[in-house]
């Protein structure tokens, strides 16, 4: 390694020599178990850290709780490999709370989690539920806007009727858990 000062700094996990001193400074246990990340952070809420690559010596950054499987398993992971969070907090690095899988365990973990809506096939489907987040309309305004006239939907939420007719589309077909409300009211 020619570019590097103070080589003995750095420990070899895979292909990453990292400092495992200032990572280890980055990790606050808690009392649910979790160990969070308090480093820096991807947007997506990741937490995020440096290393530089043996292969061509180039400084790299990566996620920590990556970082955190390579040290459990003391080997560079392949990019098919995931790391799943089975406690559901992406500021979580605690190894114990991590598992390594496919694309497929990562997705059934979401859904277990109720961070993704599980998987529909075909058109006509039973459960339908209201997603965790939040809606920039109400459940009102929304079986309002189903069966509004565009003209109606346009002037209240002072869009073209274009995107007044996009929003009534959208109402009916995508928010179908609003089947079941529209149904009650419908019914009293």
């Given at each position: 390694?020619?570019?590097?000062?103070?080589?003995?700094?750095?420990?070899?996990?895979?292909?990453?020599?990292?400092?495992?001193?200032?990572?280890?400074?980055?990790?606050?246990?808690?009392?649910?178990?979790?160990?969070?990340?308090?480093?820096?952070?991807?947007?997506?809420?990741?937490?995020m850290f440096s290393g530089i690559r043996i292969s061509?010596?180039?400084?790299?950054?990566?996620?920590?709780?990556?970082?955190?499987?390579?040290?459990?398993?003391?080997?560079?992971?392949?990019?098919?490999?995931?790391?799943?969070?089975?406690?559901?907090?992406?500021?979580?690095?605690?190894?114990?709370?991590?598992?390594?899988?496919?694309?497929?365990?990562?997705?059934?973990?979401?859904?277990?989690?109720?961070?993704?809506?599980?998987?529909?096939?075909?058109?006509?489907?039973?459960?339908?539920?209201?997603?965790?987040?939040?809606?920039?309309?109400?459940?009102?305004?929304?079986?309002w806007i189903r069966y509004a006239t565009k003209a109606?939907?346009?002037?209240?939420?002072?869009?073209?009727?274009?995107?007044?007719?996009?929003?009534?589309?959208?109402?009916?077909?995508?928010?179908?858990?609003?089947?079941?409300?529209?149904?009650?009211?419908?019914?009293?």
């Open positions: 390694m020619t570019g590097i000062r103070n080589i003995n700094d750095y420990t070899q996990v895979g292909d990453l020599l990292i400092k495992l001193e200032s990572y280890n400074n980055k990790l606050d246990p808690q009392p649910t178990g979790c160990i969070y990340w308090r480093g820096p952070f991807h947007r997506q809420g990741y937490g061509d010596e180039k400084r790299i950054m990566m996620t920590a709780h990556r970082l955190a499987m390579k040290l459990k398993l003391n080997r560079e992971l392949d990019l098919k490999e995931f790391v799943v969070h089975t406690c559901g907090n992406p500021q979580c690095v605690n190894p114990d709370h991590l598992i390594l899988g496919d694309a497929k365990v990562r997705y059934k973990e979401m859904v277990k989690q109720g961070r993704a809506a599980p998987r529909i096939r075909g058109k006509h489907t039973k459960d339908h539920k209201k997603q965790n987040r939040q809606y920039r309309y109400t459940d009102e305004e929304m079986l109606d939907i346009a002037k209240r939420y002072g869009v073209t009727q274009e995107r007044a007719a996009t929003m009534r589309w959208s109402m009916r077909t995508n928010y179908r858990w609003l089947n079941a409300i529209d149904a009650k009211y419908k019914a009293g």
